[in-house]
């Protein structure tokens, strides 16, 4: 028997996202991803659809993909615990990633909260391709991209993201990363270290990222995000990029920005840098 062909995460969720666009507009925000879920899966694999969408305790996970015995139907369950609806919307989408990409591998996938939206994953990670299939899905490229260009980029427009797409502030973070035209590293901390991190293009190619899956890594003293400076009101600063990235030149400076991001008990700081070709000073011709 062949194998079965490996689907896009990003073009099989464009392709729902564009026939939500069709039938309902601008008003298809936030996703109604449970019902979408259903439906999809009745047209397009009758024979196995997902009958079901529901929160259940499912004890460490935070969401689950699983078929019945014969495989005819298919049932979505996330943790009854998570009070965030962002966090519930985003786990239900990448389940249903899990559907539409991968059913064909196994009867049943368990995912916890370090491989939802965390942004730490290898480039064929299942799921990473998930989590690709929801962003996707959730935040469309081509509107989160007219929310957030020309825009100030800080935590409180990641906000009105947040809100529109109805996702938690990690997910529309993570979705900025993909699309920021400067270098950007976005970081998870708890108790002075990092939880995870996750550098675009631009911050990766510059050397600019944290190998967190294979280190423990300590937040600089100086970060906002550190508790030696906890009672500090101050949640954004420019400091000296080598703070956090000891290569950098000395004249580079980082925008720091800091939120608690509550549905997930961690601090999220945003690191913003000038593009690495334009980061050393310029002079003018008589110079």
């Not at 064909?104 to 916890?112: I, P, T, V, Y």
């Not at 989160?144 to 409180?156: H, L, N, W």
């Not at 549905?263 to 690495?276: E, I, N």
Request: hydrophobic content about 40%.
């Amino acid at each position: 028997m062949p194998a079965a062909k490996r689907l896009s995460p990003m073009a099989e969720a464009n392709h729902i996202s564009a026939l939500l666009k069709f039938a309902l507009g601008e008003d298809r925000f936030p996703v109604d991803v449970g019902s979408v879920a259903i439906e999809v899966s009745r047209h397009r694999f009758p024979d196995s659809p997902i009958a079901q969408v529901q929160g259940v305790d499912i004890g460490g996970f935070d969401g689950v993909l699983k078929a019945n015995r014969d495989r005819s139907k298919w049932l979505i369950a996330y943790s009854n615990k998570v009070q965030s609806e962002g966090r519930k919307r985003y786990t239900i989408s990448h389940e249903f990633g899990h559907y539409v990409l991968h059913r064909h591998l196994q009867n049943s996938f368990s995912c916890s909260a370090s491989d939802i939206e965390s942004g730490d994953h290898g480039q064929r990670n299942i799921e990473a391709e998930a989590d690709r299939f929801a962003c996707n899905l959730l935040m469309p490229l081509d509107d989160f991209r007219c929310q957030t260009e020309g825009e100030v980029i800080d935590f409180d427009l990641l906000g009105h993201c947040a809100d529109r797409y109805g996702v938690s502030l990690t997910a529309a973070a993570l979705r900025w990363i993909e699309i920021a035209p400067e270098r950007a590293v976005l970081v998870a901390s708890r108790d002075d270290h990092m939880l995870w991190a996750k550098s675009n293009d631009n911050a990766f190619k510059a050397g600019n990222f944290f190998a967190t899956r294979k280190d423990t890594i300590e937040l600089p003293q100086s970060a906002l995000a550190h508790s030696a400076l906890g009672s500090h009101n101050t949640r954004a600063q420019l400091s000296p990029a080598a703070t956090w990235f000891m290569h950098e030149p000395d004249h580079v400076k980082v925008g720091e920005h800091v939120v608690n991001a509550r549905s997930y008990d961690y601090q999220l700081t945003l690191l913003l840098m000038p593009d690495a070709d334009s980061q050393y000073p310029q002079h003018d011709d008589g110079e």
